[in-house]
């Protein structure tokens, strides 16, 4: 629950914050480059890659046993 309402406080900051923006999304002049425009490219690694790759199945298996406790717990 934690979790929903921090991330509901995110997207309403990212909505206000959208709303402050110009209504024009090309630059003042052109060929004018500020930061915000700038688009970085970050690669994981392969370990980093396999350890989310690991975390996210064990999330996985977790979710699907409390399923199968909870509906076995439901059939008694």
Known sequence: MRK???A???LASLGGAALVQP???APAM???VTT???V???RMTPMERRMTHRR???HHMHRRMMHHRMHRMHRM
């Open 4 to 6: 929903l309402t921090f």
């Open 8 to 10: 509901f406080a995110v």
């Open 23 to 25: 209504a024009s999304a």
């Open 30 to 32: 052109p060929g004018a």
């Open 36 to 38: 915000s425009d700038a």
């Open 40 to 42: 970085t490219q970050v």
């Open 56 to 58: 996210m199945m064990r």
